[in-house]
């Protein structure tokens, strides 16, 4: 069974009609299928179109559903989101950022997936459609662990909505593999830094993924920084007490200990990059 | 059954597929395409690339009638008749092959970076570009200077000499 709805509407039915799969770019559902008979009926989302790209507006960007990482990275975004659009850069290749999804990715759950850590330190919503109607939550609250949301039957997501910030705003994202490309995250962190007009740093976000089930925000590290410098020099402020939290697990990519190791590496460099944004605004 | 109707090559093509093809198996096995590889199956190695709307994607991730009203072309749709297109001419002048499995995808990948980056592409940005696209027989070391001559053939700087062979 296989349907392709043209609106969110009809794609809400479909899901309560058919108990099926939402397929988005496909990214994360097919390679997991090969040797399977693919039996869950399909819900193709590609011709939604109203799932699909970036509006500013109010001091809020929204991004479809089923905005590809190619269209974010390409994008003309304010600096809070330059993060985001290096991550963007960094799932997969090309050909895997032409159809893979914003949506896809938080709905997949993935401890490893590259779009959460930067929307985290974004504090983003998204929203969530069902026959009923809408609601929003915090992106913090929607991903519960290890391919597990909030998502319920008869429910899918409709957008991803982040503040724009100011043009004080810096961010960054950084992404440790076994090697440079086309690799699944060993580690990776996002920051968000916001400039007070001091020169100090007013406000700070920084997320770490694939170093617990669930991707984290650092907050005591955000506490510790705020007052700090607003220059690269502030990423020294960053200690091994600052990752303590975060429960890494040994798998085929990496050991618990290296993982926690080189999380506190990988949160300072990218804390020392995004201070270092400061040329653009 | 569903039916599907794309352009493929050029030509316009309607099928009745069951909807769980994916766009590889289709092309293969439906319209007996089959340059397009199969190395993987699970969206890694690049072999099955094919240009969806102009833009390059790893046939075994997209089912086949997500494409329906797309066109698609294949690595049969790029030579002109028997004359090979620029990049597939380099790729045979610069030895960018060994067992070729690869090569259609990284072909089609290659075609596709100089679309969107134009046709003075340097080292680095070629072994980036091609990521999403895996040999286990050349080293990429060919690879990467056929596909750099292959964005200048296709700019008709050195045209001449590579369509000539
Ligand atoms: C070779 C390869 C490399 C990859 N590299 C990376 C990487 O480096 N980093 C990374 O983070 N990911 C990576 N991925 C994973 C994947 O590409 C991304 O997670 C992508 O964003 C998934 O989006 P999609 O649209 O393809 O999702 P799909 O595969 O279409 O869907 C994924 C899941 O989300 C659900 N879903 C999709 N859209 C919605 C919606 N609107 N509402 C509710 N549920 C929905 C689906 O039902 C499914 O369960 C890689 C995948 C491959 C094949
Ligand atoms: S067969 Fe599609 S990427 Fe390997
Ligand atoms: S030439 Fe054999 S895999 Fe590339």
């Known amino acids: ?281 | 059954m569903t039916t599907v109707t794309m352009t493929v090559n050029g030509k316009s093509v309607t099928a009745n597929v069951d909807p769980r093809t994916l766009l590889a198996q289709f092309v293969r096995e439906n319209l007996r395409l089959t340059g397009t590889h199969v190395g993987c199956d699970t969206s890694q190695c690049g072999a099955c690339v094919v240009h969806v709307d102009g833009r390059a994607v790893k046939s075994c991730t997209v089912l086949a009638v997500s494409c329906d009203g797309a066109s698609v072309t294949t690595i049969e749709g790029l030579a002109n008749g028997a004359e090979l297109h620029p990049m597939q001419a380099a790729f045979r002048e610069h030895h960018g092959l060994q067992c070729g499995f690869c090569t259609p995808g990284m072909i089609m990948s290659a075609v596709d970076i100089v679309n969107r980056k134009g046709h003075d592409l340097d080292e680095h940005t070629i072994r980036e570009e091609l990521e999403g696209n895996i040999c286990r027989c050349t080293g990429y070391h060919n690879i990467v200077k056929a596909v750099e001559a292959g964005a200048k053939a296709m700019g008709g700087t050195v045209a001449a000499g590579i369509a000539a062979e």
Request: glycine residues 8%; proline residues 5%.
């Open chain 1, 1 to 281: 069974m296989y349907l392709r709805p043209r609106t969110i509407d009809a794609a809400v039915a479909a899901l309560v009609e058919t108990k099926g799969r939402i397929v988005a770019g496909g990214t994360d559902v097919m390679p997991a299928l090969v040797d399977q008979v693919r039996r869950t009926p399909f819900i193709d989302i590609s011709a939604v179109d109203d799932l699909r790209g970036i509006t500013i507006s109010g001091g809020k960007v929204r991004m479809g559903a089923r905005t590809t990482w190619t269209d974010i990275a390409s994008a003309d975004l304010p600096p809070a989101l330059h993060g985001l659009q290096a991550a963007a850069r960094e799932v997969g290749s090309r050909q895997i950022q032409n159809v893979g999804t914003i949506a896809g990715n938080l709905c997949n759950a993935s401890p490893a997936a590259d779009g959460v850590p930067p929307l985290l330190a974004l504090d983003a919503e998204v929203e969530l459609t069902s026959a009923a109607g809408r609601r929003s939550m915090p992106l913090a609250s929607f991903i519960l662990g290890n391919r597990k949301t909030e998502l319920r039957a008869g429910e899918m997501m409709t957008a991803v909505t982040v503040s724009a910030l100011g043009p004080a705003a810096r961010s960054a994202f950084l992404k440790l593999g076994a090697r440079r490309y086309l690799v699944i995250s060993i580690a990776m962190a996002a920051a968000v830094v916001e400039r007070g007009k001091d020169g100090t740093i007013a406000d700070a976000r920084i997320a770490v993924g694939a170093c617990s089930a669930v991707a984290r925000r650092l907050s005591a590290l955000e506490k510790d920084l705020v007052g700090k410098p607003f220059s690269p020099a502030a990423a020294e402020f960053v200690t091994a007490a600052h990752v303590a939290g975060l429960t890494p697990i040994d798998d085929v990519r990496a050991t618990a200990t290296y993982r926690t190791d080189a999380a506190e590496t990988v949160v300072r460099r990218v804390l020392a990059a995004c201070l270092s944004e400061t040329a653009h605004a």
